[in-house]
């Protein structure tokens, strides 16, 4: 049985940091990418992050490029999102999700991910 489970939201005050942590299980990181999608109020998912260890690959949105860092520690099946210079427009649920392939290169899109964690909610107060 797959289970993705996330931990690490809250609410912070802008300019701050979070780190999101993903514990999977059933899955091997070696033939799924993991990703982080993130859903605002009244918005379309989107995705967030995403990171492959067959290939090594990774993707960021760019509204979060250069102040987010996804990475993956495949002893522990973890994968960890920093989160810093949160800004009001980061609020969302975060879920953890993966799918079946060697990389990120679909990763930005919904469909492909297969397996979801439950969501954290992180609040960004201005």
């Known amino acids: 049985e797959v289970q993705l489970v996330e931990s690490g939201g809250g609410l912070v005050q802008a300019g701050g940091s979070l780190r999101l942590s993903c514990a999977t299980s059933?899955?091997?990181?070696?033939?799924?990418?993991i990703g982080w999608l993130r859903q605002a109020p009244g918005k379309e998912r989107e995705g967030v992050s995403c990171?492959?260890?067959?290939?090594?690959?990774?993707y960021y949105a760019d509204s979060v490029k250069g102040r987010f860092t996804i990475s993956s520690d495949n002893a522990k099946n973890t994968v960890d999102l920093q989160m810093n210079s949160l800004k009001p427009e980061d609020t969302a649920v975060y879920y953890c999700?993966?799918?079946?392939?060697?990389?990120?290169?679909?990763?930005?899109?919904?469909?492909?991910?297969?397996?979801w964690g439950q969501g954290t909610q992180v609040t960004v107060s201005s």
């Open positions: 999700a993966s799918f079946e392939a060697a990389s990120c290169s679909s990763g930005s899109r919904e469909d492909p991910y297969d397996y």
């Open positions: 059933g899955i091997t990181f070696d033939d799924h990418a």
């Open positions: 990171i492959s260890s067959s290939d090594g690959s990774s």
